[in-house]
Structure formats: structure tokens, C-alpha cells
């Protein structure tokens, strides 16, 4: 559970509300320091050492879309794109230019989002050792609150960029029916028309003058926040905010913006959309609630009402996974949350939702209906609450051992969510010691209060959505979704039982085998053990997330091993399966109920060379981890009902996916990069009639029935005694008959030579998707992915300034370049560069040509600058010391040294540092200019 979350409403938990005006404050922690200047500029300031080196600088801004009028409609966006495109000291584009020279990468450290109500701007992951670069992010800041140029030609020049980034947004349905939904949603409210993307009649006309009013009207210190958490001095940084906004004055007018209000319903609000994009049906419930009023906020109700919201949302979770299970195909995916009521911050709803079969959306409404309607009817049981509660106080646990690396960019979200929610701010000793508290306080009597405070049966705030596939042909009435939720019988409403599991995950405990030999690596300070069964298990004990085991392991073979074309099917679901099944008599419902309150999660699959099973714990729970581990290995059965779920699932879903560009786009780059392998291609309906669940077992049983040849990889915060015993018991108990096998050919490889493929699918949102992936040999080692990654870099970089900055041509430019070990397909070792843009169909050819023409550019050193590649050398080197810090990068490190003798952490600060234009430029020269390219070019139908 977050420290912070959103609070209940005052007529939630009355008993719990008593007195509540009259409750103290809560503590605030003493580590952050706040404020607000006399021209109403608030700031928090914060030590904090993770990473280390580094730090965050935040802007928030208590305006959005919402405030603006009808002519305005796109501006509150417009403008967060505005501030990265020319201030005051740092004109044009330099202000990203100059981040890049810190370590600063647009889009992954330097970044903004822009809602109906709140604007937030962030420059994050900042290196510290110069303190001319906090000065600089701080004047940064500064200009982003007063001082934005707003020039014509900078104006002019981001509307392509923000008409490309509503391509990408409209170009869902959901994004479309939403939109076209908001104002049923949302009856008189504004909100009900201020999507913050805006419209594109406004953004491409409006006048630069209006931009500036709007600006002037709203930037302002008095709805601002400024956010510095990292390796600082808060004296220092606490001098510097108030020198640099001393001059700023406050208005003459009042810029506190308007609360706009969310009107109660007496009766069911309800809305039916449908999109030809749309995949399957989906309906949603959401019951509004009010948000806790000013007398209850910082207080030790606040918590109270925050858990309890907590406890209800676990607890009906469970019951609806369980209503999910028990109906076969009338729903899958279902969700609940209680968060903001959609775009709006001031009201909250509780909300269900669940994607369905076409036709069954009232029986789904009624279904969902029907369990909210039991729960606030007979309420929860003792045991339901038991286990929520285990649930919730393991959260806490871990949130506590982990305290000390909470990081910077963590610490800054939550004092924006403050600054613009309000609420408590204690420290996370505080906080704990509370909610140890506070756990014990809310029983069955508060949370059953709740549920029927906001399920009623009246059905009043009840707000009921259906999107539906199709061409407006719809066939669903509101009023037949309205009666679904409203028809509920109680009195046929029996209270809810809860099945018996007080059975051990394990029927009889493994024989332990032993550890045979051991070795230490000085190389990474490592150990490797092998054991009885032959199996090896490799060990890094580290510190850097307390209280967190990571556990992969990983065996040669998988559907190499046997491969048969005719089993694609099984091929493409055998991990869905393995996920859903039965263990050892256990469902996968039963055993997330069976490790309730513990920090474990196994997953088990297969995949085209290997077998894998990838596991994470905290230290009190290992055992349970290995336990769970060794039943997935050993003990898995036909769960019928999983089955038949999974496959309608899959039915459903391909009866739509054909009218979604994304999904189509999605299946031909699987289908052409691999050169139309069976194993890229998507199922058809004819292949779910061929799917074999005694296949699937039996898959699982040949790759995991022996497993000598597995490797483990087991990193972080373990205790290395206690670790070896449950080692010997369940993993040197694994089934092993001395089996060692090597990966077979089966034709997965890469496409060779140059093509270009055209193709054209109906679209919503008319747009085209130009893809370009480059493949070629080259030798795996750590000199050649450094080289790899720097070109893909340098080519995204020259693609951003071309299409978006110059020419305005798209939003977002994905491209990277990587050295891949070959692990998972046939290739040997390969460079590889996919480049993704959605640009307009007029400009398809010419970003093809583009894109074909940098990566060749770059082949010559005289077209790499040094301080491009140095701005790219200085996110590498930072990114990198970060990376240390995490156990999933040493499982990768250890894992490749072990499995191709290649050392993938020494020397890297001293490659990248030496690394010069000549390098990269050779490197392509050998790889990118020769290499392998496929053009995947998706248009709009006429």
C-alpha cells in the first residue's frame, strides 16, 4: 500500500468519524523541509542519498485543462510543451540540449504531463558533483513558473508535434470513446469537456497572443510548487528558490483556480459507445463518493479511512476473481480500484470493470452488480479481513525494511501528490508505527460500513459505461444496462462463502539433497554451489534493496527440444497456461490465497530455447518461495475451467483484433522480422480448436522432469545458512536424471536482406506507422553492446531533431540499438536497431528515407559530433552506476558470464570514456551499413 493515498469520504466509517474536528494534527517528518515565500511559492526540499549523486527537481502546478474556456481547448498542453521549447535563459531548444550535457535524457529524466487539473514538470536523475548544475535546473524551474519566450516561430513549429501526439492518443478507442462519453459522465460538469489533449480545431489556429494569455493568467507562484529532493544541502537550495523568486511578484488578480464541481446522480447515469477498433466489449461501474473534508484531512482519520478503503477494495477483489473464474466467458480482466472518478481530482468513485463476450454485457453488468450489491448487503468475514489485513501489514513491512532506499524520484511524487491533494506527510517510521496502529482499530464493523455507505441501494452516484466493438451499430440500450444494475434481487443474495484452505502448499516434504562443491568468483564476488542433483546454483549476496531475494533459473532446450511445427498453438499458449493452471491440487486462485501476506511471487514457462522459472521473496519468506518453486516445477495439472476460459478468451479477442491497427502493426513486425516463422505468426480460431491441454502438461513434464541442467541465479538480501538448508530441501530435490541438452535449430531467425512491405488497414485515426528494424552479425561482448547502444542513441537523437523539432512531423521517435547474446532464437550474437514513428500518410515515404538515410549518415565519424556523443556517454555512465545498485542487473551479469564467458560489468566506465566518434562510426560501418533491413510500412484504407 502507498504511504499517501485518496481518503473516503466523512459519511464513510461513522463511527470512526466521531469527534474527528477535534483530532490533532498528524507529525509531519522532520527530514523535508517546506515553505511557502510571501509571494505564495510553496517548496519541499529533501536529503536523500538513492541514488547516490543525484537529485530530482520538480514544478507543480495547481492548473490543467479544466481551466480552461472554450476557445482555449489544447492550450494548458500546448504550453507544458512550450516550456521545452524556449525560456528566458535558455532560448530555443538548448534547455534540453544542455541537460543532455549533465547526463539529462529528454523523455526518460526530463519530462512533463498535463491533466484536467494539474500541470507537472520534472527534471530528474541530475548528477550532484557540480554545483553549477543544481543552479542551473533551479533557473530552469524559475523560467518554467515566469519566464517562457513563447516566440511565433517556436509556436508554430510544435503544432505538427502536438497534432502528431493526438494521432498516437486518438489513434485508441478507448482514448476516442472516452471523449465521446465525458459529457454523458459528467452531466452539467466541466470536466465533461476539457480532455486535456484539447481540440486540434484550436490548437492549429489559435493566435499566439492567446497562448500568452493564457500563461499570464494562470503561471503564477501562488498555484506553484517547487520539489528538490536528492544529494543536496537544503540550506543551500532552500537560499537559492528564495533568491531566485524574490522578484516575482504576486498579480493584482486573483489566479486561485475555481473548484469545479462533480454533481451527485439520483438516477444511474449511463453511456454506450462503440469504435470498430474496439477488441472485445468492456463495462465499467463507478459509484461516486465525496473526498474527505478539510476536517478529517492530517488526521488519525485519515489513515483509518485510507486502510479501510484498502481492506474493501482487497477484499472485493478476491470475490470478484473468484465471480471471474466461477463464469466461465462472461468476464475476464476485471479491475476495481477507488481512486479520482475519472479526469476529475474532486470526487472519487469506486469502480468495477470487466471485458466480456458480445451480447453478455448486461449479464456482465448484473453479475459485477450482484457481488457489490452481497458485499454491502452481508458484508465481509472475519476470515476475508484476516487475510487483507496479512496483506496489508506484509506491505508495510516491506515498505519499511526498504525505507532507506526509497529514491528520489519516489520522495518528489509524493510531495507533489501533497502539494496538490492535501493529506498527511509523516515519515515512514511515523507512518508505520501509526498504521501498526491504526490496523488493529478498523475492524469488520468499519469496513462493513463503508461498502454500504457507497453501494446504496437506491443505486444513487452509480455511473455505468459499455464499450462495445462495432461501426455505431449498437445494440445495447442504456436502458437495458441501467435495469442490469438496478434488477439485482437481494433477497436472492446468500452471503458469500469462502472456500476452506488450511492445507499446506506441499502434500509431503522433499527429500533434501546437498551441496557437493563449492566455489568462490573473485570476479564479481560470487559463489557457486553444485548440488546432488547437479544442478548449480550461483549466489551474490548484496544490500542495495533490503529485504528483497531475486531467484531466476534457466535450463537449455525448450520447444527447440523436440520442436514440431504442427504445436505452434500449444507453442503460443503454453505460458498462459502454466500461469492459470493447477499445482499439486491447488488452483491459481487458491494459491494466491495461500501465500496471502507474503512477499513471494514464482512464474514458471517455456520458451523457444529455454525453460525458465523466475521467483521473487523477502527474506521470512523464502521458504514459502522455494516451496511454491518446487510445486511448479513438479506438480502441474489440467485446471478445465482455466483452460475453457483462456481459449474463449482468445477467441473473443481474435474476432476483433483484425479491425486494430495496433494489434495488426503488432503481429506483422513478430511475423516479418523472423521471416514468417510459424512462431511469429498470431493464432487463428482454427488454431484454438487444435490446442491440447495434455499437451501443455506434457510439455511441462518433458522440460522440467529433469533438471540437471538447470542453472539458478539467486541475488539479494539473504541470510547465506538459512539460504543453503532451503537450497538442499527444495532445490536440490528437483527431479534430475542427468539430461544436458543445447539449444536446436528451428529456423527462428532473423529476416535477411532489404525489403520493403506495404500494407494498408481501416483506422479511426488516420495515421501511418513507418517501422524499420536492422539486424547483422556481430560478436557479443561488452565493447561491442556499449558501441551498439551509443549508435541507436545517436541515431533517436538526430531522428528527434529532424521529425519533431525541425520538421514537426511526430511525437515520439522509439528507437534503440543493442548487441544481443543470440539467447533466445537461433542467430549467433547480433546487432539490432527497430525504429518506430507514426508520422502522417504524406509523410511516410520521406520519414522512410529519413530514417534509412541517419543511420547511414552516421556511419561516417565527420558526422558525429563530440558533443553529441558526449551528451550520450554521460546518460550511459550515470544510468550505469545506477544499475549496479539493482540485483537484476548482477542476475544478468552473473547469468551471461556463466553461459557465454563474457564479463559484462568490468571495464565499462573505461569503454564508454574513451569511446570517440571514430569508434561508433566504424561500428556501423561494419554492422549498420551492410545489415539486414525490413520496412514495415501500415496506412489507413481508403
Given at each position: 500500500?502507498?504511504?499517501?493515498?485518496?481518503?473516503?469520504?466523512?459519511?464513510?466509517?461513522?463511527?470512526?468519524?466521531?469527534?474527528?474536528?477535534?483530532?490533532?494534527?498528524?507529525?509531519?517528518?522532520?527530514?523535508?523541509?517546506?515553505?511557502?515565500?510571501?509571494?505564495?511559492?510553496?517548496?519541499?526540499?529533501?536529503?536523500?542519498?538513492?541514488?547516490?549523486?543525484?537529485?530530482?527537481?520538480?514544478?507543480?502546478?495547481?492548473?490543467?485543462?479544466?481551466?480552461?474556456?472554450?476557445?482555449?481547448?489544447?492550450?494548458?498542453?500546448?504550453?507544458?510543451?512550450?516550456?521545452?521549447?524556449?525560456?528566458?535563459?535558455?532560448?530555443?531548444?538548448?534547455?534540453?540540449?544542455?541537460?543532455?550535457?549533465?547526463?539529462?535524457?529528454?523523455?526518460?529524466?526530463?519530462?512533463?504531463?498535463?491533466?484536467?487539473?494539474?500541470?507537472?514538470?520534472?527534471?530528474?536523475?541530475?548528477?550532484?558533483?557540480?554545483?553549477?548544475?543544481?543552479?542551473?535546473?533551479?533557473?530552469?524551474?524559475?523560467?518554467?513558473s515566469h519566464d517562457l519566450t513563447l516566440a511565433d516561430a517556436d509556436i508554430d513549429a510544435e503544432r505538427g508535434v502536438i497534432k502528431g501526439e493526438w494521432r498516437q492518443r486518438q489513434g485508441t478507442a478507448n482514448n476516442r470513446m472516452l471523449e465521446k462519453a465525458a459529457p454523458v459522465i459528467y452531466g452539467s460538469s466541466l470536466y465533461g469537456h476539457r480532455m486535456p489533449i484539447g481540440l486540434m480545431s484550436v490548437v492549429e489556429n489559435f493566435s499566439y497572443e492567446a497562448l500568452r494569455d493564457y500563461y499570464r493568467r494562470w503561471y503564477y507562484p501562488e498555484n506553484q510548487c517547487v520539489i528538490v529532493v536528492g544529494d543536496v544541502n537544503p540550506d543551500v537550495i532552500e537560499a537559492k528558490i528564495k533568491e531566485l523568486w524574490a522578484d516575482v511578484e504576486r498579480p493584482d488578480f486573483d489566479v486561485t483556480p475555481a473548484p469545479v464541481a462533480v454533481p451527485d446522480n439520483d438516477k444511474i447515469i449511463t453511456t454506450v459507445q462503440s469504435d470498430p477498433e474496439q477488441v472485445t466489449p468492456v463495462v465499467q461501474i463507478y459509484i461516486k463518493h465525496d473526498n474527505l473534508p478539510d476536517s478529517a484531512v492530517n488526521t488519525i482519520e485519515e489513515l483509518r479511512r485510507a486502510l479501510a478503503r484498502d481492506l474493501v477494495a482487497d477484499m472485493l477483489a478476491e470475490r470478484l476473481t473468484d465471480l471471474e473464474t466461477s463464469t466461465g466467458t462472461l468476464m475476464s480482466s476485471v479491475g476495481i480500484g477507488d481512486r479520482h472518478f475519472l479526469l476529475s481530482r474532486s470526487r472519487e468513485a469506486l469502480m468495477v470493470r470487466a471485458s466480456t463476450s458480445p451480447g453478455r454485457e448486461t449479464e456482465c453488468v448484473n453479475a459485477l452488480a450482484a457481488e457489490l450489491r452481497r458485499a454491502a448487503?452481508?458484508?465481509?468475514?472475519?476470515?476475508?479481513?484476516?487475510?487483507?489485513?496479512?496483506?496489508?501489514?506484509?506491505?508495510?513491512?516491506?515498505?519499511?525494511?526498504?525505507?532507506?532506499?526509497?529514491?528520489?524520484?519516489?520522495?518528489?511524487?509524493?510531495?507533489?501528490?501533497?502539494?496538490?491533494?492535501?493529506?498527511?506527510?509523516?515519515?515512514?517510521?511515523?507512518?508505520?508505527?501509526?498504521?501498526?496502529?491504526?490496523?488493529?482499530?478498523?475492524?469488520?464493523?468499519?469496513?462493513?460500513?463503508?461498502?454500504?455507505?457507497?453501494?446504496?441501494?437506491?443505486?444513487?452516484?452509480?455511473?455505468?459505461?459499455?464499450?462495445?466493438?462495432?461501426?455505431?451499430?449498437?445494440?445495447?440500450?442504456?436502458?437495458?444496462?441501467?435495469?442490469?444494475?438496478?434488477?439485482?434481487?437481494?433477497?436472492?443474495?446468500?452471503?458469500?462463502?469462502?472456500?476452506?484452505?488450511?492445507?499446506?502448499?506441499?502434500?509431503?516434504?522433499?527429500?533434501?539433497?546437498?551441496?557437493?562443491?563449492?566455489?568462490?568468483?573473485?570476479?564479481?564476488?560470487?559463489?557457486?554451489?553444485?548440488?546432488?542433483?547437479?544442478?548449480?546454483?550461483?549466489?551474490?549476496?548484496?544490500?542495495?534493496?533490503?529485504?528483497?531475494?531475486?531467484?531466476?533459473?534457466?535450463?537449455?532446450?525448450?520447444?527447440?527440444?523436440?520442436?514440431?511445427?504442427?504445436?505452434?498453438?500449444?507453442?503460443?499458449?503454453?505460458?498462459?497456461?502454466?500461469?492459470?493452471?493447477?499445482?499439486?491440487?491447488?488452483?491459481?486462485?487458491?494459491?494466491?490465497?495461500?501465500?496471502?501476506?507474503?512477499?513471494?511471487?514464482?512464474?514458471?514457462?517455456?520458451?523457444?530455447?529455454?525453460?525458465?522459472?523466475?521467483?521473487?521473496?523477502?527474506?521470512?519468506?523464502?521458504?514459502?518461495?522455494?516451496?511454491?518453486?518446487?510445486?511448479?516445477?513438479?506438480?502441474?495439472?489440467?485446471?478445465?475451467?482455466?483452460?475453457?476460459?483462456?481459449?474463449?478468451?482468445?477467441?473473443?479477442?481474435?474476432?476483433?483484433?483484425?479491425?486494430?491497427?495496433?494489434?495488426?502493426?503488432?503481429?506483422?513486425?513478430?511475423?516479418?522480422?523472423?521471416?514468417?516463422?510459424?512462431?511469429?505468426?498470431?493464432?487463428?480460431?482454427?488454431?484454438?480448436?487444435?490446442?491440447?491441454?495434455?499437451?501443455?502438461?506434457?510439455?511441462?513434464?518433458?522440460?522440467?522432469?529433469?533438471?540437471?541442467?538447470?542453472?539458478?541465479?539467486?541475488?539479494?538480501?539473504?541470510?547465506?545458512?538459512?539460504?543453503?538448508?532451503?537450497?538442499?530441501?527444495?532445490?536440490?530435490?528437483?527431479?534430475?536424471?542427468?539430461?544436458?541438452?543445447?539449444?536446436?535449430?528451428?529456423?527462428?531467425?532473423?529476416?535477411?536482406?532489404?525489403?520493403?512491405?506495404?500494407?494498408?488497414?481501416?483506422?479511426?485515426?488516420?495515421?501511418?506507422?513507418?517501422?524499420?528494424?536492422?539486424?547483422?552479425?556481430?560478436?557479443?561482448?561488452?565493447?561491442?553492446?556499449?558501441?551498439?547502444?551509443?549508435?541507436?542513441?545517436?541515431?533517436?537523437?538526430?531522428?528527434?531533431?529532424?521529425?519533431?523539432?525541425?520538421?514537426?512531423?511526430?511525437?515520439?521517435?522509439?528507437?534503440?540499438?543493442?548487441?544481443?547474446?543470440?539467447?533466445?532464437?537461433?542467430?549467433?550474437?547480433?546487432?539490432?536497431?527497430?525504429?518506430?514513428?507514426?508520422?502522417?500518410?504524406?509523410?511516410?515515404?520521406?520519414?522512410?528515407?529519413?530514417?534509412?538515410?541517419?543511420?547511414?549518415?552516421?556511419?561516417?565519424?565527420?558526422?558525429?559530433?563530440?558533443?553529441?556523443?558526449?551528451?550520450?556517454?554521460?546518460?550511459?555512465?550515470?544510468?550505469?552506476?545506477?544499475?549496479?545498485?539493482?540485483?537484476?542487473?548482477?542476475?544478468?551479469?552473473?547469468?551471461?558470464?556463466?553461459?557465454?564467458?563474457?564479463?559484462?560489468?568490468?571495464?565499462?566506465?573505461?569503454?564508454?570514456?574513451?569511446?570517440?566518434?571514430?569508434?561508433?562510426?566504424?561500428?556501423?560501418?561494419?554492422?549498420?551499413?551492410?545489415?539486414?533491413?525490413?520496412?514495415?510500412?501500415?496506412?489507413?484504407?481508403?
Amino acid at each position: 500500500m502507498k504511504i499517501l493515498k485518496k481518503i473516503l469520504a466523512l459519511c464513510l466509517l461513522t463511527p470512526l468519524a466521531a469527534g474527528a474536528a477535534g483530532l490533532n494534527p498528524l507529525p509531519v517528518d522532520p527530514e523535508v523541509r517546506t515553505g511557502t515565500l510571501p509571494n505564495g511559492l510553496t517548496y519541499y526540499i529533501r536529503n536523500n542519498q538513492t541514488p547516490a549523486n543525484c537529485a530530482d527537481f520538480f514544478i507543480a502546478q495547481r492548473v490543467g485543462s479544466i481551466n480552461e474556456e472554450e476557445n482555449q481547448r489544447g492550450l494548458a498542453h500546448f504550453l507544458e510543451h512550450m516550456c521545452f521549447n524556449g525560456t528566458k535563459h535558455f532560448p530555443g531548444n538548448s534547455l534540453i540540449s544542455y541537460l543532455e550535457t549533465i547526463g539529462v535524457k529528454f523523455g526518460a529524466n526530463l519530462n512533463a504531463y498535463t491533466s484536467t487539473d494539474e500541470t507537472v514538470y520534472n527534471i530528474c536523475d541530475v548528477p550532484t558533483a557540480r554545483q553549477s548544475s543544481l543552479d542551473s535546473c533551479l533557473l530552469i524551474l524559475r523560467d518554467w513558473s515566469h519566464d517562457l519566450t513563447l516566440a511565433d516561430a517556436d509556436i508554430d513549429a510544435e503544432r505538427g508535434v502536438i497534432k502528431g501526439e493526438w494521432r498516437q492518443r486518438q489513434g485508441t478507442a478507448n482514448n476516442r470513446m472516452l471523449e465521446k462519453a465525458a459529457p454523458v459522465i459528467y452531466g452539467s460538469s466541466l470536466y465533461g469537456h476539457r480532455m486535456p489533449i484539447g481540440l486540434m480545431s484550436v490548437v492549429e489556429n489559435f493566435s499566439y497572443e492567446a497562448l500568452r494569455d493564457y500563461y499570464r493568467r494562470w503561471y503564477y507562484p501562488e498555484n506553484q510548487c517547487v520539489i528538490v529532493v536528492g544529494d543536496v544541502n537544503p540550506d543551500v537550495i532552500e537560499a537559492k528558490i528564495k533568491e531566485l523568486w524574490a522578484d516575482v511578484e504576486r498579480p493584482d488578480f486573483d489566479v486561485t483556480p475555481a473548484p469545479v464541481a462533480v454533481p451527485d446522480n439520483d438516477k444511474i447515469i449511463t453511456t454506450v459507445q462503440s469504435d470498430p477498433e474496439q477488441v472485445t466489449p468492456v463495462v465499467q461501474i463507478y459509484i461516486k463518493h465525496d473526498n474527505l473534508p478539510d476536517s478529517a484531512v492530517n488526521t488519525i482519520e485519515e489513515l483509518r479511512r485510507a486502510l479501510a478503503r484498502d481492506l474493501v477494495a482487497d477484499m472485493l477483489a478476491e470475490r470478484l476473481t473468484d465471480l471471474e473464474t466461477s463464469t466461465g466467458t462472461l468476464m475476464s480482466s476485471v479491475g476495481i480500484g477507488d481512486r479520482h472518478f475519472l479526469l476529475s481530482r474532486s470526487r472519487e468513485a469506486l469502480m468495477v470493470r470487466a471485458s466480456t463476450s458480445p451480447g453478455r454485457e448486461t449479464e456482465c453488468v448484473n453479475a459485477l452488480a450482484a457481488e457489490l450489491r452481497r458485499a454491502a448487503l452481508h458484508g465481509f468475514t472475519a476470515t476475508e479481513l484476516q487475510r487483507a489485513k496479512l496483506d496489508e501489514r506484509a506491505s508495510l513491512d516491506r515498505q519499511f525494511a526498504g525505507r532507506s532506499k526509497t529514491t528520489n524520484t519516489q520522495y518528489a511524487r509524493k510531495y507533489v501528490r501533497h502539494y496538490l491533494d492535501g493529506g498527511a506527510l509523516p515519515s515512514q517510521e511515523q507512518y508505520y508505527k501509526m498504521m501498526k496502529g491504526v490496523l488493529g482499530q478498523v475492524g469488520l464493523e468499519q469496513v462493513n460500513e463503508y461498502i454500504r455507505s457507497v453501494v446504496r441501494p437506491d443505486c444513487g452516484n452509480v455511473v455505468l459505461i459499455a464499450y462495445l466493438p462495432g461501426n455505431n451499430e449498437i445494440s445495447l440500450s442504456e436502458a437495458s444496462l441501467a435495469e442490469a444494475y438496478s434488477s439485482v434481487d437481494e433477497a436472492s443474495l446468500a452471503p458469500y462463502e469462502l472456500p476452506d484452505l488450511d492445507k499446506p502448499l506441499l502434500a509431503s516434504e522433499p527429500v533434501a539433497g546437498t551441496v557437493v562443491a563449492e566455489e568462490s568468483d573473485s570476479l564479481f564476488g560470487s559463489t557457486v554451489w553444485t548440488l546432488s542433483n547437479g544442478i548449480r546454483v550461483h549466489l551474490k549476496k548484496t544490500s542495495y534493496a533490503p529485504d528483497q531475494i531475486l531467484i531466476s533459473a534457466y535450463s537449455p532446450g525448450g520447444f527447440s527440444a523436440g520442436y514440431n511445427p504442427e504445436l505452434a498453438p500449444e507453442y503460443h499458449l503454453v505460458n498462459d497456461l502454466l500461469a492459470a493452471g493447477a499445482y499439486g491440487g491447488h488452483t491459481a486462485t487458491e494459491l494466491r490465497r495461500m501465500t496471502a501476506g507474503k512477499s513471494v511471487r514464482v512464474d514458471i514457462g517455456i520458451d523457444n530455447m529455454e525453460e525458465r522459472i523466475l521467483a521473487t521473496s523477502s527474506r521470512a519468506d523464502l521458504p514459502t518461495a522455494l516451496q511454491l518453486l518446487h510445486l511448479k516445477a513438479t506438480k502441474a495439472e489440467r485446471d478445465d475451467q482455466a483452460f475453457a476460459s483462456i481459449i474463449e478468451n482468445h477467441r473473443m479477442k481474435l474476432s476483433s483484433q483484425n479491425t486494430n491497427p495496433t494489434f495488426t502493426m503488432a503481429d506483422s513486425i513478430h511475423y516479418y522480422v523472423y521471416d514468417r516463422h510459424p512462431l511469429g505468426a498470431k493464432l487463428s480460431k482454427d488454431d484454438l480448436d487444435k490446442v491440447s491441454y495434455d499437451r501443455i502438461i506434457a510439455m511441462h513434464r518433458d522440460r522440467f522432469g529433469d533438471m540437471t541442467d538447470f542453472d539458478f541465479y539467486i541475488v539479494g538480501d539473504f541470510d547465506t545458512d538459512s539460504l543453503c538448508q532451503l537450497v538442499e530441501r527444495y532445490v536440490a530435490s528437483l527431479p534430475a536424471a542427468g539430461r544436458r541438452e543445447k539449444p536446436q535449430d528451428i529456423g527462428y531467425h532473423y529476416i535477411r536482406g532489404r525489403q520493403h512491405k506495404r500494407f494498408t488497414t481501416p483506422m479511426e485515426t488516420p495515421q501511418t506507422i513507418a517501422y524499420t528494424f536492422y539486424n547483422s552479425p556481430c560478436e557479443y561482448n561488452l565493447t561491442n553492446v556499449i558501441k551498439g547502444h551509443a549508435f541507436g542513441s545517436l541515431v533517436q537523437s538526430a531522428l528527434l531533431k529532424d521529425l519533431r523539432e525541425d520538421r514537426g512531423w511526430t511525437y515520439s521517435i522509439k528507437a534503440h540499438g543493442g548487441v544481443g547474446a543470440g539467447m533466445n532464437g537461433d542467430d549467433p550474437s547480433n546487432f539490432i536497431m527497430p525504429v518506430y514513428i507514426r508520422v502522417a500518410p504524406e509523410n511516410a515515404d520521406s520519414t522512410f528515407a529519413i530514417v534509412a538515410e541517419t543511420a547511414d549518415r552516421l556511419a561516417d565519424p565527420a558526422n558525429i559530433s563530440d558533443d553529441d556523443l558526449l551528451k550520450i556517454k554521460q546518460y550511459m555512465l550515470k544510468s550505469y552506476a545506477q544499475n549496479i545498485e539493482n540485483n537484476s542487473y548482477w542476475v544478468t551479469v552473473l547469468r551471461m558470464f556463466d553461459k557465454f564467458g563474457r564479463d559484462m560489468h568490468n571495464g565499462y566506465t573505461g569503454i564508454v570514456e574513451s569511446l570517440t566518434p571514430a569508434d561508433v562510426a566504424a561500428f556501423a560501418a561494419e554492422t549498420v551499413v551492410p545489415a539486414n533491413r525490413v520496412q514495415l510500412e501500415m496506412s489507413p484504407a481508403e
